[in-house]
């Protein structure tokens, strides 16, 4: 305080900025600092100066006055709100911290805003939520095992590929069995996948499958004609992960792990006759599974999906995408056609 009383009786005698700088040995932005305090409260400096010490106290440290904002306490009271915003569509760190600092301009600065609710994002494991836009993509992939089915007339134990689609945001989980990995039952497992959803998503991400990638490339790679008019019929952008990069699809790599336990284990002792008994036993297990409550979040699968993901899906079409082949065959002098058709493509339509 003796110092600025100083330095504004030097100003009063002086009335140069410069030269009262020179003199208190101080910057001359100081002295403009407090003559800019002084005159907020008087125009006449001597006025200022004769006030009483805690008043001039109040004067030239107005920030003294103010009540000391509890910056840890306001943090920690809002925190859960803004995880469960970030949840909601557009909303992103710097939109929550813009609306923080609107509410309380003496808290946080950004940098320890974002590291603190960085942290505690981390310290909750949300990093799912946070990363995937809900009713964005769907992520599909095989699992690396197979699931058994017994041929009730021959008594042959046939081994069913499971094909097990993502929506990342929700987690909200789709499983089929089928009876091979080639491009219609490819297919076939999509167009089930959209039903089970209820809607269409935006992108629809893979691994490169030979159903679904004819040839593989970091930044644009050739997709399967059949996935292409696919794409064109359920209106979605087709994505392949990066060769060897399964976190380009962690959701479903995830939700692979997840299946062998409570998809698999619960199926271990009973025994199918076919596909459609394997996948109903499947769909009791899945109902279990979307209904078991998250362990870091409120909430299930299904209540996020319906919650976040649903309302942004589009529509689906007025029917699936059928397969087509389309083939050129000569007319034998018998009048006979002969068609040499792969066991993939038995069930799909065929022209001449």
Not at 202 to 213: C, E, G, R, T
Request: proline share 5%; hydrophobic share 40%.
């Amino acid at each position: 305080m003796d110092q600025i009383i100083k330095i504004l009786k030097t100003y009063q005698h002086t009335r140069s900025i410069k030269g009262t700088a020179r003199q208190c040995r101080v910057s001359k932005n100081s002295v403009r600092g407090y003559l800019r305090l002084a005159r907020a409260h008087h125009a006449d400096l001597a006025v200022v100066l004769a006030l009483p010490t805690e008043q001039l106290r109040g004067v030239l440290y107005p920030d003294q006055l103010r009540p000391t904002l509890d910056r840890r306490g306001v943090f920690d009271a809002q925190v859960d709100d803004w995880i469960r915003e970030l949840a909601r569509v557009g909303v992103t760190k710097q939109l929550l911290y813009e609306e923080y600092k609107r509410q309380y301009p003496d808290g946080y600065g950004s940098t320890q805003f974002y590291l603190y609710l960085g942290r505690e994002i981390g310290r909750r494991d949300l990093t799912l939520v946070l990363s995937h836009v809900p009713g964005q993509k769907l992520q599909l992939d095989f699992t690396g095992k197979t699931l058994p089915w017994v041929d009730r007339q021959t008594g042959e134990v046939r081994q069913a590929q499971v094909l097990l689609a993502v929506m990342p945001h929700s987690q909200h989980t789709f499983a089929i069995a089928l009876a091979s990995q080639c491009t219609a039952d490819f297919v076939h497992g999509i167009n089930e996948a959209l039903r089970f959803f209820g809607g269409v998503p935006q992108v629809i991400l893979s691994d490169n499958l030979k159903a679904f990638v004819i040839k593989a490339d970091r930044y644009d790679p050739d997709f399967n004609d059949v996935c292409i008019q696919l794409a064109s019929h359920y209106g979605v952008d087709l994505q392949a992960a990066r060769p060897r990069r399964p976190k380009d699809k962690a959701s479903v790599e995830n939700a692979v792990r997840i299946a062998y336990t409570r998809l698999y284990a619960p199926l271990r002792d009973r025994t199918f006759h076919s596909l459609e008994q394997l996948n109903g036993g499947l769909g009791e297990q899945l109902a279990e599974h979307q209904n078991i409550d998250f362990q870091a979040r409120p909430g299930t699968r299904l209540s996020c999906f319906t919650e976040h993901e649903l309302p942004l899906l589009r529509p689906l079409p007025t029917g699936p995408f059928l397969l087509k082949k389309t083939v050129r065959a000569k007319v034998q002098r018998t009048y006979h056609v002969m068609l040499r058709i792969s066991p993939c493509l038995t069930p799909l339509f065929h022209s001449i």
